[in-house]
């Protein structure tokens, strides 16, 4: 299925340098965001309070988060929780007062719009619980990205491994460099969303992979320079991108408006994600495939004509 067929070729790796130079750019930007300001961790990594409230019609979350802001504690979350009438309220440590005098605090306010809203459970989580998610978020990152690199050296050859996963890497660092920028929320959510990015890219990594690879074997392709090979392979694709990464799109920008503040980060993530997978497939992955020198003869295996037996 195409929606569109482009007859002549794009030179996309005549612009390979300057593509590349962007994306270093943006890379070293996203870093010094990240040392400089920092990401701004949720409740789940950096401890706090975990309260589950109970009302007896559907619960007004923007009246709660209005109230909850009134204490002043920080970034707090408020969500649906199951149903319309349950609400989970995560909080930030707060210095001199524990979970039970913050949660009698937060019910005092819930009280005074609702007195029916009954506090279900309040839990606290300690700051070890959130280093250990920490360690265990960067762990799951490094697993994907040694997979990811294992899988496509399998499939092709380490060439495009590489390019690919220093591609699909500065989608992630990107990404975080802009929560770290704008000072959006970290949490659970967003690294899922995060860890999702890393499949959807290297999904837009494989397909233009495979198609430099079909390439590298038609007859008629043959005598062609690598980067007109890249070139055939990427603008052939494009359809298929449109396609993809459009409905796709449409889908999270859906999430974003009208999910609310509890699909916010996760779906902001996935935008920013997309955008930039479709970049890094196109721009930068194929661009350092090319600049590694990947040839033909790395793509197909040269059969070599048997010797005759001498009589």
């Not at 899988?151 to 989608?171: G, K, Q």
Request: charged share 15%; hydrophobic share 50%; glycine share 8%.
């Amino acid at each position: 299925m195409e929606f569109f067929r482009i007859k002549r070729d794009i030179p996309f790796m005549s612009y390979g340098k300057v593509t590349t130079a962007i994306s270093l750019v943006t890379f070293i930007l996203a870093v010094v965001f990240l040392f400089t300001k920092g990401l701004n961790l949720s409740v789940e990594f950096t401890g706090g309070t975990v309260m589950e409230v109970q009302y007896q019609q559907a619960a007004n979350l923007p009246d709660i988060r209005h109230r909850v802001e009134t204490l002043k504690l920080g970034e707090a979350q408020v969500q649906s929780l199951g149903t319309s009438r349950d609400v989970m309220i995560r909080l930030p440590n707060k210095p001199g007062t524990n979970s039970a005098k913050l949660s009698e605090q937060v019910m005092s306010l819930l009280k005074q719009a609702d007195a029916g809203v009954q506090l279900r459970k309040v839990e606290f989580v300690g700051p070890s619980v959130g280093e250990e998610l920490v360690t265990h978020g960067l762990t799951a990152i490094a697993l994907v990205c040694l997979g990811i690199v294992l899988y496509l050296a399998l499939r092709f050859e380490w060439r495009l491994a590489v390019s690919a996963i220093i591609a699909n890497m500065h989608d992630v660092v990107i990404i975080l460099g802009c929560f770290a920028f704008f000072q959006w929320e970290f949490s659970l959510t967003v690294l899922a969303g995060v860890l999702a990015v890393l499949g959807y890219s290297v999904n837009e990594s494989v397909v233009v992979f495979d198609r430099i690879r079909e390439n590298f074997r038609r007859p008629a392709m043959r005598g062609r320079s690598t980067s007109e090979v890249i070139d055939n392979a990427i603008t052939a694709t494009m359809s298929r991108t449109f396609i993809t990464h459009g409905s796709t799109e449409t889908m999270v920008l859906s999430m974003l408006v009208f999910g609310g503040p509890a699909l916010h980060g996760f779906a902001m993530a996935l935008t920013i994600g997309i955008v930039f997978g479709i970049y890094s497939s196109v721009l930068v992955a194929s661009p350092l495939a090319l600049a590694l020198g990947t040839k033909r003869e790395h793509m197909i295996k040269v059969v070599k004509p048997k010797e005759e037996a001498v009589v």
